[in-house]
């Protein structure tokens, strides 16, 4: 599914008028019409949508779309913006983002990724220069913990458009936490043996004695995490794409 095929994010529409229009046929944009039950108000006020959104798709403003779509449906955006998206995960010392601190962080964009460590080569600047060229920033409970994390971290504002998998996954009828719901999907992993609780760990071993093995196994962890959002975002947008929209194809 690709945002030319919404119409929720038009002023004044909901999921039961888009559907109202799936219904009659109209799937695409290019195909918009009026429809019985959907009045002269709604149908200037899509018009209007559509016009502004084809500029703002050739300009390739994914946040012109997000700020229009609920945490939820965000998926809708990963078919136009995958080629541009950034997926990325941190790793902590503990859950305060006031008292603990960032000890790696790894993005993973157009096939590459990119693993940045504290008191080496994880600053602002490089933060700020991975995230720079991405249309869509890609997480997993992202905009509760890992942008605000970041954000207080190192001084930064994130407004990059961001599409958190928590959300879709729950549409999708996937719920717990990453690790869980990768093996639900069939992804597997290279370690098994580490979670958030080891990673802390690994990190303090590393950083207390000087352990380069716990911190080579740490950065595997995150870059794993962050490749595999890759695998994961392809598997619910596909999921959600069939159930939303496949009765209509």
Known sequence: MRVENSF????????????????????????????????ETTCASVEAFIDRGYDELDAGNAEFFADRLPSAERWRLYENFRTDACFFDIETTGLSKHRD???????????????????DDLTRERVREELADASLLVSFNGARFDVPFLETAFDLSVDTPHLDLMYPCRSAGL????KRIERDVGIGREDEGVDGLEAVRLWKRF??????????????????????LATLADHVADELDRDVFGPYR
């Open 207 to 228: 950083e207390r004695h000087g352990d380069e093995g716990a911190l080579d196994r740490l950065v595997r962890y995150n870059r794993e995490d962050t490749e595999n």
């Open 175 to 178: 719920t717990g936490g990453l």
């Open 101 to 119: 601190v960032v000890t790696t962080v790894s993005f993973h964009c157009d096939g590459e990724t990119t693993t940045l460590v504290r008191d």
């Open 8 to 39: 929720i994010l038009a002023e004044g529409v909901g999921e039961r008028t888009e559907r109202r229009l799936w219904d009659h046929g109209v799937t695409h944009w290019d195909e918009f019409c009026s429809v019985p039950g959907i009045g």
